[in-house]
């Protein structure tokens, strides 16, 4: 007769779906990163294919996030705090080449979620959406890197 193997929530499952309970053994498909300083916010652009920013606990992110893992893009996703929103933003703004004294007045203001793909702005989650659905989404990602089909 077989033994029983007692329960610990420190078990660990061997899964590339992080399924496992012990959290420093866990294996991610996403890289989630918190923008503590805002001046590494050119450098994870630049260093990534595709960057999701978002404001922490944000749907629309989510929504952004799982669409790129469902086409077989591995974005990294920043999620910004409130106390860092207008640091970032400010980043942001510099990134793209907005003046930050105008950049809520000529409708130029950023909205996260923010994408870009090949550090570039690509856009919020309606130009994800659209060029999704208009079937122009794959070939840019593929053009960016982030995709190997």
């Known amino acids: 007769m077989h033994q029983a193997i007692p329960y610990s929530y420190k078990t660990y499952f061997p899964t590339t779906i ?9 294996t991610t498909t996403t ?18 294919a595709v960057i999701v920013f978002g404001r922490r606990g944000c749907c629309m992110c989510h ?16 999620e ?6 207008v640091a970032v933003t ?8 907005v003046d930050q004294e105008s950049g809520g007045q000529d ?14 702005l690509f856009g919020g989650l309606e130009r994800v959406m659209a060029t999704h659905i208009s079937g122009e989404l794959v070939p ?7 995709l190997w089909l």
């Open 90 to 97: 400010n980043q942001l703004l510099k990134l793209i080449g």
């Open 107 to 120: 409708g130029s203001s950023v909205q996260f979620p923010v994408v870009f793909v090949g550090g570039k």
């Open 18 to 26: 992080g399924l496992s309970r012990d959290t420093s053994t866990t």
């Open 140 to 146: 840019i990602l593929k053009e960016a890197g982030a």
């Open 31 to 48: 890289t989630t990163t918190s923008v503590a300083d805002a001046t590494n916010v050119g450098k994870l652009v630049s260093e990534n």
């Open 63 to 78: 929504v952004v996030k799982r669409l790129l893992q469902g086409l077989g893009v591995n974005p990294t996703v920043s």
């Open 80 to 85: 910004v705090d409130d106390q860092d929103e």
